[in-house]
């Protein structure tokens, strides 16, 4: 890829203002699905059409950018992400690779030699279910890994953690609260009192640097926007407003803000805005996560005698979404086992007696994660006009036949989860995202899973989980005119290097491949397991670049 300036161009401009040609290339646009050119102007798409037809363009702006035959596709829209938490995964210690209990004591026992001078030490990611020892560790081999220095270490969901005993000296009340256990993982109210704490000892300057660092590696991966899923129960409202200013002051990814606290007035609602947030919605928590143990369901785990944490019921449910719809303000939940999703279902319908159908649908509500779904729950999310906000990586991670979630639920149940397909059928509208840091960024792994679920009857398209992780997260936030590569469109886009373009469908009953001009469909990579997922060579929000590889 090569850029050049004609000499006649004006200088001084700013970037986002500059008129661009970007030529020789494939440009994913449902315009024109034969595209090998764009123009951007003013931070938008100004036209978009064939290589002949770009001749007329070459003169008259201020840069032209040779594709070389790279592919160019609207930017990523990531729906669901912990932005600070996913830098302090990236620049802390991370978890997620330790392939035992041994392992990961390890990592913990250098992570400390390191850093001497942290107040505490943080760390993410670690899932028992994948050691051979099937065990979290014992908080006396915290102590011994760690120096008696207090230490944080979320499961990978972040419904649970254990800690240090040092930790919890700083929170003299813990042993009183919900979820607190002797020995084993804090949950519930317990765990949420030790993440503060440790939340707490992270300095302005450090929590500045995690989120520089996430939304560095956003952008290194063709995401243009990221939705930061925050709140009271997961962070403080410091670290939400610092995001969102220094998102706004600084070359990067957009940041779209959610705040995940109950209202019942329009006081409440008004609070919310004034954070900045675009809604009170992402990790409002109906439910917890099923590694935790702690996803509300209607029948006992498969390895626990119990079904999981409530937070919320219907009623809760009804009155937040009566008052934000009241409000104009947009409303969700977290909700991941078949018990909380029929809460939320019944909380909402509920709430469209009240207003009325037309109003609640018109709102977007939407509901975070909605992996245990039934028939019966997913015509409602199609009736009521939720989104559903979820993690394709999810299914990737603990699907299949020996997965987390067969440990947890058992066969039968475990094959109902994430049920991609009977979404789309149903026209619910999807919006994909990766939860980070509880599953990492990666957006064309994450259209890989959805193409590529464990179970076959819940695959999509790749075009269509292509266009959830596109468009579909714009769609959500209430924009229809984003995330596609058409006239008046803003102009986020990412570059990529990949291999020949294909359509792929998700059931081998019809033909996976097809290069066939005919279809007047646009190609995109070809994401089949075991094949090389494209490259970005640029990151473009609002016609700015905010990645560069290097020497490319």
Known sequence: ?????????????????RTVLLRRGEVHSPADPFATAMVVEKGHIAWVGSEGAADAFASGVDEVVDLEGALVTPAFTDAHVHTTSTGLALTGLDLSAAGSLSEALALLRAHSAAHPGHRVLLGHGWDASRWPEQR???????????????????RVDVHSAVVTSALLDLVPDVTDLDGYHPE?????????????????????????????????????LGIGAVHECAGPAISDEDDFTALLNLAAAEPGPRVLGYWAQEVASAEDARRIRELGAIGAAGDLFVDGALGSHTAWLHEPYADAPHTGAAYLDAAAVAAHVTACTEAGLQAGFHAIGDAALSAVVE??????????????RAARHRVEHAEALTPETVAAFAELGLTASVQPAFDAAWGGDSGMYVQRLG???????????????????????SDSPVTPLDPWGTVRAAAFHRTPEHRISVRAAFTAHTRGGWRAVGR???????????????????????????????????????????????????????????TVVFGQTVFDRPNE
Do not use: I
């Not at 004006?10 to 986002?16: H, I, N, Q, Y």
């Not at 909380?347 to 207003?355: H, I, K, N, Y």
């Not at 066969?411 to 995202?433: C, D």
């Not at 020949?500 to 190609?523: F, H, K």
């Open 411 to 433: 066969v039968e149940r475990a094959r109902t989860l994430n049920p991609y397909a009977a979404l789309l059928r149903a026209g619910v509208p999807l919006a994909f995202g």
């Open 1 to 17: 890829m090569t850029t050049e300036s004609p000499a006649s161009a004006p200088e001084g401009d700013e970037r986002a203002h």
């Open 136 to 154: 979290p560790p014992s908080r006396l081999e915290l102590d011994q890994a760690a120096g008696g220095r207090p230490a944080y270490l979320p």
């Open 480 to 538: 229809d005119d984003a995330g596609v590569l058409v006239p008046g469109a803003p102009a986020d886009y990412a570059v990529w290097r990949t291999a020949e373009l294909v359509v792929q469908a998700p059931d081998d009953r019809v033909a996976r491949w097809s290069t066939d001009p005919r279809s007047g469909t646009p190609g995109l990579p070809d994401l089949s397991p075991g094949a090389d997922l494209p490259v970005c060579l640029r």
């Open 347 to 360: 909380g909402v319908r509920t709430a469209s007696e009240r207003l009325g159908l037309a109003r609640v």
């Open 184 to 220: 084993g993982p804090l949950t519930r109210a317990a765990h949420h009192a030790v993440r503060a704490a440790a939340h707490g000892a992270v300095t302005p300057a450090q929590r500045a640097a995690a989120q520089r660092a996430a939304l560095a590696r956003a952008a290194s």
